[in-house]
């Protein structure tokens, strides 16, 4: 996974041929002399690649079109925020894309990606492939003509189900010829995906403030200050934080050249064990499976990694954390994110239960363990904040008043991370 973190489409385009391609595959490399070409790719897959992986990365590139408000010709020819990667979807890449938006609702976005996969170039060894594993384009078409209908319906009658737009498209698919239905992608193929993205803003809301942030729209503050801090413990008097001020009030500050290289290593041989972090609280009676947004480990078992970190925790906030059991580390690869949040006890997120004999959160502070080239910003969108991850800081901010009452000026979230991978 590491080796497609600085090249997301790559990664996308990696899971989405083991996923979809590898059963076509497997067929034709049966055919002799493809015996030996098919042991070679199984070592390969070796079964860790499966069909909730593409998925989930469908969802996290879906993500990141939407959230950074990315136009679909540019992330299908390798233009990511002004970056251009030296990698294009395929026809068959541009084809998933459109199914998967279809299927979560999204016909406009389906329709624009149908018109990517309708115009697209021919590739090198494509009949080859097509001989492979069948050509894709036998449906193409149609389903274009099925996305933009609904595209057009859903303008039409806003508050109508995705069953009963379907039936008035089915309907009106029926009654079209095949001359009529290649009228119908020619008249849609001339008009600029701009204009169906014009209709869909119609009934989009406004963008949100998180959306903003990590766009990089939010204005940056003025009045602020960079200071040795040496005042949080005696220890500092000798070797004073590096502390900059990235909000007055609420009280954010950034300490910089806190967490070192070798305790990166150190941390991650700690956090071997990862599971998925999901973008809601998983119940035992989950009708659907909930968005993998990170791979999150706790670490609770005393080590000196720890002991140290908690002990530079008190030193740079002078608050006393030996009570505190555990450390959260979490890695945000590719679309990986998470929407605003508090950190005190909010509703089911965070429970009296989980930190019972401590109170509620009175702090947070997050060690970035990487830099991000794009994407991975702590964002405050009630206070219009965006900061960006520098590996070796550290972001501290109170979640409550003095007087213990909650602060909502700290909700708070993590933007889609683009390229790269986010550790903290």
Same mark, same amino acid.
């Given at each position: 996974?590491?080796?497609?973190?600085?090249?997301?489409?790559?990664?996308?385009?990696?899971?989405?041929?083991?996923?979809?391609?590898?059963?076509?595959?497997?067929?034709?490399?049966?055919?002799?002399?493809?015996?030996?070409?098919?042991?070679?790719?199984?070592?390969?897959?070796?079964?860790?690649?499966?069909?909730?992986?593409?998925?989930?990365?469908?969802?996290?590139?879906?993500?990141?079109?939407?959230?950074?408000?990315?136009?679909?010709?540019?992330?299908?020819?390798?233009?990511?925020?002004?970056?251009?990667?030296?990698?294009?979807?395929?026809?068959?890449?541009?084809?998933?894309?459109?199914?998967?938006?279809?299927?979560?609702?999204?016909?406009?976005?389906?329709?624009?990606?149908?018109?990517?996969?309708?115009?697209?170039?021919?590739?090198?060894?494509?009949?080859?492939?097509?001989?492979?594993?069948?050509?894709?384009?036998?449906?193409?078409?149609?389903?274009?003509?099925?996305?933009?209908?609904?595209?057009?319906?859903?303008?039409?009658?806003?508050?109508?189900?995705?069953?009963?737009?379907?039936?008035?498209?089915?309907?009106?698919?029926?009654?079209?010829?095949?001359?009529?239905?290649?009228?119908?992608?020619?008249?849609?193929?001339?008009?600029?995906?701009?204009?169906?993205?014009?209709?869909?803003?119609?009934?989009?809301?406004?963008?949100?403030?998180?959306?903003?942030?990590?766009?990089?729209?939010?204005?940056?503050?003025?009045?602020?200050?960079?200071?040795?801090?040496?005042?949080?413990?005696?220890?500092?008097?000798?070797?004073?934080?590096?502390?900059?001020?990235?909000?007055?009030?609420?009280?954010?500050?950034?300490?910089?050249?806190? $967490?070192?290289?070798?305790?990166?290593?150190?941390?991650?041989?700690?956090?071997?064990?990862?599971?998925?972090?999901?973008?809601?609280?998983?119940?035992?009676?989950?009708?659907?499976?909930?968005?993998?947004?990170?791979?999150?480990?706790?670490?609770?078992?005393?080590?000196?990694?720890?002991?140290?970190?908690?002990?530079?925790?008190?030193?740079?906030?002078?608050?006393?954390?030996?009570?505190?059991?555990?450390?959260?580390?979490?890695?945000?690869?590719?679309?990986?994110?998470?929407?605003?949040?508090?950190?005190?006890?909010?509703?089911?997120?965070?429970?009296?239960?989980?930190?019972?004999?401590?109170?509620?959160?009175?702090?947070?502070?997050?060690?970035?363990?990487?830099?991000?080239?794009?994407?991975?910003?702590?964002? $405050?969108?009630?206070?219009?904040?965006?900061?960006?991850?520098?590996?070796?800081?550290?972001?501290?901010?109170?979640?409550?008043?003095?007087?213990?009452?909650?602060?909502?000026?700290?909700?708070?979230?993590?933007?889609?991370?683009?390229?790269?991978?986010?550790?903290?």
């Amino acid at each position: 996974r590491e080796k497609y973190v600085s090249n997301p489409l790559k990664a996308f385009s990696l899971v989405r041929r083991v996923t979809e391609d590898w059963t076509h595959l497997q067929v034709y490399t049966k055919r002799k002399p493809g015996q030996e070409a098919l042991a070679a790719m199984k070592k390969l897959v070796d079964g860790k690649i499966k069909l909730r992986n593409l998925k989930s990365m469908m969802q996290r590139i879906a993500r990141i079109e939407q959230i950074y408000d990315l136009k679909s010709v540019d992330v299908a020819q390798g233009r990511l925020l002004g970056q251009h990667f030296n990698k294009e979807f395929s026809l068959r890449d541009c084809l998933a894309i459109a199914k998967h938006k279809y299927g979560s609702g999204d016909y406009t976005r389906s329709a624009i990606w149908y018109h990517q996969a309708i115009q697209h170039k021919a590739e090198p060894n494509s009949r080859a492939y097509d001989e492979a594993i069948g050509k894709p384009a036998s449906t193409l078409r149609r389903n274009f003509v099925m996305a933009t209908l609904m595209h057009a319906a859903r303008i039409r009658h806003p508050n109508d189900t995705h069953k009963a737009l379907q039936a008035k498209v089915d309907a009106a698919l029926q009654k079209m010829s095949s001359i009529q239905l290649e009228k119908h992608v020619q008249q849609q193929l001339a008009r600029d995906v701009d204009e169906f993205v014009a209709e869909a803003h119609k009934l989009q809301p406004p963008v949100s403030d998180f959306e903003r942030g990590c766009r990089g729209q939010f204005v940056r503050r003025a009045n602020l200050h960079c200071r040795y801090n040496h005042s949080t413990h005696p220890f500092l008097r000798l070797a004073p934080f590096r502390m900059e001020e990235i909000n007055h009030d609420p009280y954010i500050v950034m300490f910089h050249n806190v $967490f070192y290289d070798s305790e990166l290593a150190e941390m991650r041989s700690l956090a071997v064990d990862m599971s998925d972090g999901y973008s809601g609280n998983v119940t035992a009676k989950q009708a659907e499976s909930l968005d993998v947004v990170a791979h999150i480990a706790w670490l609770v078992h005393k080590s000196p990694f720890l002991q140290r970190l908690n002990r530079r925790i008190s030193h740079m906030t002078g608050l006393d954390v030996s009570e505190f059991k555990a450390l959260q580390v979490a890695n945000f690869g590719l679309g990986g994110y998470f929407e605003p949040h508090y950190d005190y006890m909010d509703g089911e997120r965070v429970m009296a239960e989980s930190i019972a004999g401590l109170g509620d959160r009175l702090a947070s502070i997050i060690f970035y363990s990487s830099d991000v080239p794009q994407g991975g910003m702590t964002t $405050f969108p009630e206070i219009q904040v965006a900061v960006t991850p520098q590996k070796g800081s550290s972001l501290f901010w109170y979640n409550l008043f003095d007087d213990g009452r909650q602060d909502s000026r700290t909700l708070h979230s993590v933007c889609p991370v683009i390229v790269g991978s986010r550790w903290s």
